[in-house]
């Protein structure tokens, strides 16, 4: 991970935005750690669609083996 004082981060904030690496950058004040930028990575929601006729209904168990069972018994 990257790692760069307050300061420097300051004065390159807007350019590290455009080129920001995938494990971020950890920003430092005398040494310490203030704070990490990460990129957002987009939710696994987003992916329903991509791939057509795949998930048809968000709804669907998709894990079950189609057997009833009863946690109780």
């Known amino acids: 991970m990257q790692e760069m004082n307050a300061s420097e981060f300051r004065q390159k904030c807007l350019a590290l935005m455009?080129?920001?690496p995938g494990e971020g950058i950890l920003?430092?004040?005398h040494g310490r750690p203030l704070a990490k930028l990460t990129p957002v990575h987009?939710?696994?929601a987003d992916l329903i669609g991509s791939v057509p006729d795949l998930v048809v209904n968000p709804q669907d168990d998709l894990l079950s083996a189609g057997i009833e069972w009863d946690a109780q018994s």
């Open 18 to 20: 455009d080129d920001l």
């Open 27 to 29: 920003i430092t004040r």
């Open 42 to 44: 987009p939710s696994n």
